[in-house]
Each structure stands twice: as C-alpha cells, then as structure tokens.
C-alpha cells in the first residue's frame, strides 16, 4: 500500500508539468519539430511588403488631407466666428467709433454788423459809383437817375447864407451854403478838379447826399492845411454843420452817421531819439 501511494505523488508532478508546458520547452518542440522536417512558416515576399509600405503612406496622407481640411474648416470657422457677434457687441463697437454729437447739424451763427465809421462808408460809395459808372460807359448811358429823398428839404430864402467851420486832422475849412443847383466849388475849382478822386469826391457830397440837398444848393469852400484826404474830411464836416443851420430836424440824421463827430485822430509827433513816434533804432548787442 505504502508503493502504491509514493506511485502516485510521483506521478502527479510529471503530469502537472505536461499539461502546462514552460516557455523552454514549447521553444524545444518547435526545434524539434523543425528537426522533423516540417516547414516553417515562411515571411511575406519583398513586393508584398512594398506595396504595404506604399499603402501605409497613402492611409497616412488620407489622415492629413482630412485633417487639414479639418484644420481649413476650423479656421473658416474661426473667421466667420467673429462676424457672427451679439448685436450688444456691434453697438458698444459702434458707440465707440462714432464721435458724441456727429450727427448733430451746426447752428450757424450770423455775425453782428458792427457800425461802419463815416469813412468806410465813403469809401463803399465811391466804389459803387465807379461801379455804376464803368456799367453805365459800357451801357452806353452815361446819365444816372438821381436817387429820391428821404424827405423834401428845406426851402432857403434867395439871399440867405450859412456858414460853418469844419476840421480834420491838420485841415480846416470854411463853408458857405446858399441856395443854388448843387454846384461845390473849392478854393475857386471844381469839386472834380480840385479832388480828383472819386472817394475824396464821394467823402465831400456824403451829408449832401444824405439828406437829400445835394441839387438845391450851392456849396463854396475855402480849405488849407493837411493833405487831400484831411481837407476832404473837413469839408465834409463843414458841409454838415451848415445843414443843420439849415434844417435842424437833420442834426439826428447827421450825428447818426457821424458827419458831425470831429475826427480826433491825427499823427503822433516825433520823440526825441526815435526815427518815428514810436519805431525805435535797431539795437546791436555787439
């Protein structure tokens, strides 16, 4: 019985070890079985490999292709993504560029006409007569229409006379009203011969003008002192102060437009050690 038993745990670990083989023994059977004479499984032939080789990059150029076109729509995407904003975006964008008040339309503000003084308005006549004048020779009607009073004037008795004192800068000059047709003579010659300039011209005639009298009296004036422009300005002054002695309702008129004020302004004198009234002499440092 004793045999029998060791028979048995001898025999166990031998079939233990057939039924799973270790990793010694299958390489054995296969070097056994070679040395049988079976054939071993022989590799694949080279143009087989090749052509799996040239299938492979193919499969890999697919995975490119699709995803660089996976790529190309995702940034097509990524470019369409910013159009498509939320409309609160656009227009804190838009408030942003556009400048507060753009739309806004300008208020226009006219300039106030500031009072012109006696001798801008001379001016301003006479180049409107010039004006008048140039347009009437190439007309071919050398005769103006004579513009119509404000009122009538005055009537003035046959031997009446009125004199008055006018002043300008350094001019002074002595008028003489009288009835008459509109004649002005200064210093024994015409107006136009002794001021041939229309604005001195049109400066003389202005309160004439103004208050309608300018062809129902005469005017005869002596004037010294200053140069043209001077005695013009006091002539005028002198015509105008005998208007009113004439008709005293035209003094308003008058004063209104300055025909009346004495023009202060005149040249300042020379100081001693400058070259004018106020020009200095050139400093040199050096």
Do not use: C, W
């Not at 010694?24 to 079976?38: K, N, R, T, Y």
């Not at 009125?162 to 002595?174: E, H, W």
């Amino acid at each position: 019985m004793i045999d029998d038993e060791t028979q048995k745990d001898e025999a166990t670990p031998e079939q233990d070890q057939g039924d799973s083989p270790a990793g010694p023994v299958g390489e054995e059977d296969s070097s056994s079985s070679q040395a049988a004479g079976e054939e071993p499984t022989s590799p694949p032939p080279a143009g087989d490999a090749v052509e799996e080789e040239s299938e492979a990059p193919e499969a890999e150029g697919e995975v490119v292709e699709e995803s660089e076109g996976g790529e190309a729509e995702g940034s097509e995407a990524d470019e369409e993504a910013p159009a498509e904003k939320p409309k609160a975006e656009e227009k804190a964008e838009k408030k942003k560029d556009v400048i507060p008040g753009a739309d806004l339309e300008p208020i226009a503000v006219e300039p106030e006409e500031r009072p012109r003084s006696a001798e801008e308005q001379a001016r301003l006549e006479a180049e409107e007569e010039e004006r008048a004048q140039r347009e009437a020779a190439l007309v071919g009607d050398a005769e103006e229409e004579p513009k119509a009073a404000s009122r009538a004037p005055a009537k003035i008795e046959g031997d009446a006379r009125y004199l008055a004192t006018g002043k300008r800068k350094t001019s002074i000059a002595r008028v003489t009203v009288l009835p008459g047709s509109g004649k002005i003579e200064v210093n024994k010659r015409e107006l136009e011969e002794f001021f041939p300039r229309p604005l001195h011209q049109t400066t003389v005639r202005q309160p004439l003008t103004t208050t309608g009298y300018e062809k129902s009296v005469d005017v005869r004036v002596r004037v010294h002192g200053g140069g043209i422009s001077g005695q013009a300005g006091a002539v005028r002054h002198g015509i105008a102060r005998a208007l009113t002695k004439v008709d005293p309702e035209l003094r308003g008129e008058l004063k209104r437009r300055g025909f009346l004020t004495r023009d202060a302004r005149a040249k300042e004198r020379r100081k001693a050690g400058l070259k004018k009234a106020r020009k200095r002499p050139q400093f040199s440092k050096r």
